[in-house]
């Protein structure tokens, strides 16, 4: 995600800044010199007012992040000008000391919550991934798609790691405005491993569809450009999206995109992406759902995990990032730091194959153990070589 929670009243603030300065530069013209005329007083924007005149505005939304917004605000248009606000900001929207602010408490509880996700994540994905190296009979094509895959899930948990460590090196550190190469560097390489774990989803689609069409006869060579499409388009994206920030719009840590049109860079393609893989899932592959045994288990797990971490990710990407903090925080991060965890599980732990030779592996153990040949030890065979 690209807002916390503690930063959004800031972003919040500054979009009330430019609505106000918008409004006063439109009716600077309009009203007579005898009136108060409208100002941002740092909080809310304050209209024409006629000698006499009072005000009275509620509290604005940027409250609600401390305490509530339900209470109001008000001033009164004198001879000499605006009066001071009452009652207070502080009293009448219902900020004290006692309230914690959003870092100390939802965040933290979000921040708990997706470190324990990528963390359980990160060890599943790794154990995976040496189950699959370790166990020659499971070297295939098939099984390396998936090691892409999870090692993509694996660069993004620790990406999330690196960012975190950086944004929040030391409680001085003022996160909502930080500008550092270190930073920077950070952000970059976390949106590097999201697009090509979204771009890995793909390839397991195109995988699937070509191993169901009976045209995966080259295989060395699309596994070549399966890794191309992978790892190499987003580099490239992740480049062009790294000269634009520098060039245009080197503000922060490149972490806040409101309202920016190089965010389309990056996000763009992994849009493309997903849209490209849902007619895989369409009924050309339902037709051919059961030509084989081995394309019968990809089709399950592949199905499932597309439109599953596919679509809040379109959902959420065509509205403003600024949109609904709290849900958006839940699905991307939250439940998003999980995502490891059931690829891992779908692709692997649940595997009939990997769960045979694991099986067989034991056997064999035994009876070197033991010195008895046990039923079912003298080997197992991959459904196929793809």
């Known amino acids: 995600s690209s807002l916390h929670p503690d930063c959004e009243y800031i972003l919040q603030l500054e979009r009330e800044e430019r609505h106000c300065l918008q409004y006063i530069a439109e009716h600077d013209n309009n009203h007579s010199t005898l009136g108060c005329l409208p100002f941002w007083d740092s909080v809310v924007c304050w209209p024409y007012a006629a000698v006499g005149e009072m005000i009275n505005t509620t509290c604005p939304a940027v409250f609600s992040f401390w305490g509530n917004n339900t209470g109001s605000v008000s001033r009164n248009c004198t001879s000499i000008g605006w009066s001071r606000p009452f009652p207070p900001y502080h009293t009448a929207c219902s900020v004290g000391d006692d309230v914690p602010i959003p870092e100390d408490s939802y965040f933290a509880t979000v921040k708990l919550i997706y470190t324990i996700g990528y963390g359980t994540s990160l060890v599943f994905l790794f154990i995976a991934v040496v189950i699959l190296l370790l166990f020659r009979r499971l070297h295939c094509a098939r099984n ?8 993509t899930f694996m660069l993004k948990a620790v990406a999330v790691f690196i960012k975190d460590a950086t944004l929040f090196a030391s409680d001085d550190t003022n996160h909502c405005t930080l500008s550092t190469a270190a930073c920077k560097a950070s952000v970059a390489f976390c949106h590097y491993c999201v697009m090509t774990n979204f771009f890995w989803l793909l390839v397991e689609a ?4 070509s191993l169901l069409l009976s045209s995966f006869h080259h295989y060395r060579r699309c596994l070549l450009g399966f890794g191309l499409l992978g790892w190499g388009v987003p580099i490239i994206f992740t480049v062009i999206w790294i000269g634009s920030r520098v060039y245009f719009e080197d503000t922060e840590c490149w972490d806040i995109n409101e309202d920016s049109p190089y965010w389309w860079i990056v996000k763009g393609p992994i849009v493309v992406s997903i849209g490209v893989s849902r007619p895989y899932r369409g009924s ?5 759902i059961f030509s ?28 403003p990032d600024y949109f609904n903090v709290s849900v958006r925080l839940w699905f991307e991060l939250c439940m998003g730091s999980f995502q490891g965890l059931i690829v891992a599980i779908l692709y692997c732990f649940l595997n009939q194959e990997v769960q045979k030779e694991i099986h067989m592996r034991w056997l064999r153990w035994q009876e070197n153990s033991n010195g008895v040949v046990l039923p079912g030890a003298k080997g197992s065979q991959m459904d196929t070589h793809f």
């Open 292 to 319: 084989s045994l081995s394309a019968r288990r990809l089709t399950k797990s592949t199905l499932l995990l597309i439109p599953l971490f596919g679509t809040p990710y379109m959902v959420f990407n065509f509205l």
């Open 206 to 209: 195109l995988y699937l569809n």
């Open 284 to 288: 050309l592959l339902l037709k051919r």
């Open 144 to 151: 390396y798609i998936h090691i892409q895959l999870f090692v």
